[in-house]
């Protein structure tokens, strides 16, 4: 059993760049993914949500990476060389022209800014991304041992709360028995006062009598109750997603519950109900955290 929630985090810096990846995940009923990606390495959102689903397969995903580069950035220089030799040239002519002595040096070309440019390089967008690609890796492997302790505690509390409502069924087919025995023995004691001296058919009546005791027998919901509990049971040591198996086994537990109530012809049956119930309305809370 794992749990829906969780984060993991990792920092790794190689050749000059530094990656930061945040994985945080989120109840939800379906699986969603959030990325947050530098802006070059849309081409790799796919290989990066198959590496999530690979981990996570119900709830709202949230992966974050940043890349910076770690010192000095990379710069290069452009020269303009038409432009330099057009400035040559006509300088040359305007020498010539004005007859002036001297010849022209690099000095002139250097007085020039617009000859020369200087611009950053650009780091090579897949140099950044496989790096990515292993923190985002390493970032879901500590969102997952997160996730995997969440649910072992998960796990523990299902348990012990299918161990309370498994404790109660005893109980309640001991009060049943008992409510199914004031019922009749209630039913025959009045049908005889109506009668009066009436003749009384003793078949019949015990028919009746036991007729009217079935409308508050839960022996069928008390049998499918022990089946979803078993159920249960083995459903929790499974692997793999189990969220949504359980909430419909809840379900189902739950209607059994409220006939069971509603039949209750027992004070103590409908206490003893009532506190199953909420057992299991608790267990519906927390299985809203398990994937």
Not at 19 to 39: G, M, S
Not at 63 to 68: D, G, I, L, N, P
Not at 103 to 114: F, T
Request: glycine share 6%; charged share 35%.
């Amino acid at each position: 059993m794992r749990s829906m929630t969780g984060f993991g985090r990792v920092e790794l810096v190689r050749d000059g760049i530094h990656i930061v990846a945040e994985t945080r995940a989120l109840n939800q009923r379906f699986f969603e993914l959030k990325l947050n990606l530098p802006r070059t390495w849309g081409q790799y959102e796919a290989e990066i949500r198959k590496i999530v689903q690979g981990v996570v397969s119900r709830g709202r995903v949230e992966v974050f990476v940043r890349c910076t580069r770690v010192g000095p950035s990379k710069t290069k220089l452009e020269v303009n060389h038409e432009l330099a030799r057009i400035y040559v040239r006509e300088l040359r002519r305007l020498g010539r022209s004005l007859k002036l002595e001297g010849k022209l040096g690099l000095e002139a070309i250097l007085q020039r800014p617009e000859v020369f440019h200087v611009t950053e390089e650009e780091d090579e967008p897949r140099q950044g991304a496989e790096l990515g690609l292993q923190a985002v890796e390493r970032a879901l492997k500590a969102l997952e041992t997160e996730r995997v302790r969440e649910g072992r505690a998960l796990k523990r509390d299902f348990e012990l709360r299918l161990k309370t409502l498994g404790s109660a069924i005893p109980r309640m087919d001991e009060l049943a028995a008992q409510a199914r025995a004031v019922i009749r023995a209630n039913f025959e004691a009045r049908i005889r006062e109506l009668l009066a001296d009436l003749p009384v058919n003793e078949k019949r009546l015990y028919e009746e009598a036991s007729a009217a005791a079935q409308h508050g027998d839960i022996t069928e919901e008390m049998t499918r109750l022990r089946v979803h509990l078993e159920a249960m049971g083995t459903l929790l040591k499974r692997t793999g997603p189990i969220g949504k198996s359980i909430e419909f086994l809840l379900q189902e537990i739950n209607r059994e519950l409220n006939t069971m109530g509603a039949k209750a012809q027992h004070a103590r049956m409908s206490q003893i109900t009532v506190e199953m119930k909420g057992e299991v309305e608790k267990m519906r809370e927390q299985v809203q955290n398990v994937e």
